[in-house]
């Protein structure tokens, strides 16, 4: 009988060997087996996930902008206050609506891509914006922005691209 236990007992403490070897290897793929002792759990998740925290700062230092849009443009100042008016929640899904991601990268070092916001393209969004939705582009990390009228307009654009168009293209 004991060795029928021992025997269960090896079995059930062995059953997920194959998985975990094969997470520790994945995760050693990303991070360094050497440093893992050195990290808090933490710690590992803010370097290999990002920031839970949507620094809306950060993403705008690692902006770009087309030719014909400008940082100082109306409908850009705008959406800056509009994205820092949002909640953790809806950053995160602004972010999944534009990158296909929920976090920014841990620094500005770590951006290997930047955010870009682009014109509306067409001439529909180019003469009555309100009507329209923004459009993304998660591949490149891209924001087609209208030229809204207001900042409320624009947070409800927005939110409603960002909960009912979620397609990656």
């Known amino acids: 009988e004991t060795v029928e236990t021992d025997a269960l007992s090896h079995a059930r403490l062995h059953e997920s060997d194959m998985a975990l070897f094969a997470i520790r290897d994945g995760l ?40 014909d849009v400008s940082p100082e443009d109306e409908h850009v100042v705008m959406f800056w206050r509009v994205l820092e008016s949002f909640n953790h929640d809806e950053r995160a899904s602004f972010l999944r609506f534009v990158w296909a991601r929920s976090r920014l990268p841990p620094s500005a070092n770590d951006f290997h891509q930047k955010f870009k916001i682009q014109a509306a393209v067409g001439d529909g969004p180019k003469t009555s914006p309100d009507t329209y939705l923004p459009k993304a582009h ?31 293209d």
Request: proline share 4%.
């Open 28 to 67: 050693a793929s990303i991070v360094p087996a050497a440093v893992l002792p050195l990290l808090t759990w933490e710690e590992l998740e803010r370097q290999v996930c990002g920031k839970q925290e949507i620094d809306v700062k950060l993403l705008q230092l690692n902006t770009e902008y087309d030719d």
């Open 138 to 168: 998660t591949c490149f990390f891209s924001l087609n922005l209208p030229r809204y009228s207001s900042e409320e307009l624009m947070a409800d654009r927005l939110r409603y691209a960002m909960y009912n168009c979620i397609e990656m």
